[in-house]
Nanobody
Framework: VQLVESGGGSVQAGGSLRLSCAAS????????MGWFRQAPGKEREFVAG????????YYVDSVKGRFTISRDNAKNTVYLQMNTVEPEDTAVYYC???????????????WGQGTQVTVSS
């Protein structure tokens, strides 16, 4: 599985960004996709996850109500809509592919290269 993120960049606090993750290489619709982020000097943390059919989503408390994860299996793409961003959201964002939902990075076998999101106050 190959994962390629896009959509990162610099934005002011209160603004919006949409990240995309294009997947290729194997069946996509039966698996779980997750978004993680890693800020300098911090561990990689779970941000959001979505089930194979998009019917179940998961979020870390700090982004609930602000971020929305979605997927389009026809396009083999998962999205992270980030609204009302805060400086604390600054990090490298990674998408990941796994067989079962988990908030642990170790549960995900395939990872994208990451995309930088920088939020200024």
């Amino acid at each position: 599985v190959q994962l390629v993120e896009s959509g990162g960049g610099s934005v002011q606090a209160g603004g919006s960004l949409r990240l995309s993750c294009a997947a290729s290489g194997r069946t996509f619709s039966s698996d779980v996709m997750g978004w993680f982020r890693q800020a300098p000097g911090k561990e990689r943390e779970f941000v959001a996850g979505i089930s194979w059919n998009g019917g179940t989503t998961y979020y870390v408390d700090s982004v609930k109500g602000r971020f929305t994860i979605s997927r389009d299996n026809a396009k083999n793409t998962v999205y992270l809509q980030m609204n009302t961003v805060e400086p604390e959201d600054t990090a490298v964002y990674y998408c990941a592919h796994g067989r079962l939902y988990s908030r642990s990075p170790s549960a995900y076998r395939y990872w994208g290269q990451g995309t930088q999101v920088t939020v200024s106050s």
